[in-house]
């Protein structure tokens, strides 16, 4: 089965400080993405990534970079914590090829207090 | 850009029922997949559909691909406390797209 792991299943900062969400896969996926979920709006895509060091713009990438030096970790990373950025952040992957099924970690649920 | 439609947004049905949900769009999808989300966890993929009229069934779960290729079903029989939790529909439209999601569909099932 695969799995994702998300660092932290609960999480709480203050507003101003650099936040980092990690995510780590163990299926040799070549494609990792960060999506937030808030009610009413649904799974919103951040960034992805289809390669090490290779990154894309998801649908609402402001306030919010990625790193992706190995293959098997993706980092979200929040440069300057709003509380607007108060969600569940969810880490998913997927296998190179067209239409594959992304795979979820358990989620972060990130406070900006 | 591509959008996919669930509703209503929240069923209630009594333990022991089926239940049926679908997924509808404007556009044409390549792939269907339906995920399960329960509180307090991230989506879980319950059936992964790739051909027009494909029906697929994983237990008490059976999901179909629509022959206009704009919509899919899910039907739950037999529900039980457990099938609580979101039902999210999610597709692609080609080979090279992102994948897009439904806002999903919260059933609560009474014992």
């Known amino acids: 089965d695969v799995k994702v792991t998300q660092s932290s299943r609960y999480l709480v900062k203050r507003t101003g400080e650099k936040v980092f969400l990690e995510c780590v896969q163990d299926?040799?996926?070549?494609?990792m993405f960060w999506y937030r979920q808030d009610p009413g709006l649904g799974l919103r895509l951040i960034y992805f990534?289809?390669?090490?060091?290779?990154?894309e713009k998801g649908d609402i990438p402001e306030g919010y970079s990625v790193s992706r030096e190995k293959k098997e970790r993706f980092s979200l990373i929040l440069e300057s914590a709003s509380t607007n950025q108060t969600s569940m952040y969810l880490c998913?992957?997927?296998?190179?090829?067209?239409?594959?099924?992304?795979?979820f970690g358990d989620g972060t649920r990130l406070s900006i207090l | 850009g591509q959008q996919l439609n669930q509703s209503p947004q929240s069923m209630f049905i009594q333990e022991g029922e089926d239940v049926s949900m679908n997924c509808t769009s404007s556009s044409i999808f390549n792939t269907w997949l339906w995920y399960k989300q329960d509180p307090g966890e991230g989506p879980v993929l319950l059936i992964a559909?790739?051909?027009?009229?494909e029906l697929t069934s994983n237990g008490r779960l059976t999901a179909q691909f629509g022959i206009t290729r704009k919509d899919s079903f899910l039907n739950i029989s037999a529900s039980i406390p457990s099938d609580v939790g979101i039902y999210f529909c999610a597709g692609y439209t080609g080979a090279n797209s992102k994948l897009t999601f439904g806002k999903g569909i919260t059933l609560s099932v009474r014992p």
């Open positions: 998913a992957s997927s296998s190179t090829g067209p239409s594959q099924p992304q795979h």
């Open positions: 990534s289809y390669d090490v060091k290779m990154k």
């Open positions: 559909l790739y051909k027009a009229g």
């Open positions: 299926m040799d996926h070549e494609n």
